[in-house]
């Protein structure tokens, strides 16, 4: 009788080592797709007035990219007792299980603001969060250790109040999948 060994990659299969912002793609899409069309539009008239030269598609191309690179939203990823927010140019990362603050900025452009003890800061959409539950139960889980190890000294009352937007949206989802709501 023959004994077989489960693989070693399974081991892991649980529980996932890098959770990463399941909309980015589509988000990264809808940029491409908006500044193609505005190159398209700003070629499409300046053809129609008769000025289109070489020179100017060149520069309408390169307001393009600008746009792309501006629409273009940053890449999170979290894994345990880490978050990353990678952009075009710049990559920060910081250590949700050694934080020391989080702030919350409402406003035009909402986002929250993390801070480890190393002095690493990234500032993130709360949106984002609340699309992506893994990201948030990674950086639940590593604030909750900071909150333990005492390094988290302000800001857990905007993380509690994101954890109960959060929930109370996953228990509307719960409720309306069931067909309770």
Do not use: C
Not at 67 to 74: D, G, Q, S, Y
């Amino acid at each position: 009788m023959e004994r077989r060994s489960a693989p070693a990659a399974t081991v892991h299969a649980e529980r996932p080592e890098t959770a990463v912002d399941r909309h980015w793609r589509a988000h990264a899409r809808h940029a491409l797709h908006h500044s193609l069309t505005f190159v398209g539009l700003l070629i499409l008239l300046d053809w129609g007035s008769g000025a289109l030269t070489p020179a100017r598609a060149g520069l309408w191309a390169l307001l393009g990219a600008i746009a792309f690179a501006v629409l273009l939203p940053a890449r999170v990823s979290a894994g345990d007792g880490w978050l990353a927010v990678r952009g075009i140019v710049v990559r920060r990362r910081v250590r949700t299980d050694l934080l020391v603050a989080v702030r919350r900025y409402d406003g035009a452009t909402a986002h929250l603001t993390l801070r480890d003890t190393h002095g690493r800061r990234l500032a993130l959409d709360p949106r984002i969060l609340e699309a992506n539950p893994l990201i948030w139960h990674l950086l639940d889980a590593g604030a909750r250790r900071s909150l333990t190890l005492g390094t988290l000294r302000q800001g857990t009352h905007a993380l509690q109040e994101l954890a109960n937007r959060i929930d109370g949206q996953e228990a509307r989802a719960v409720l309306k999948a069931s067909g309770l709501l």
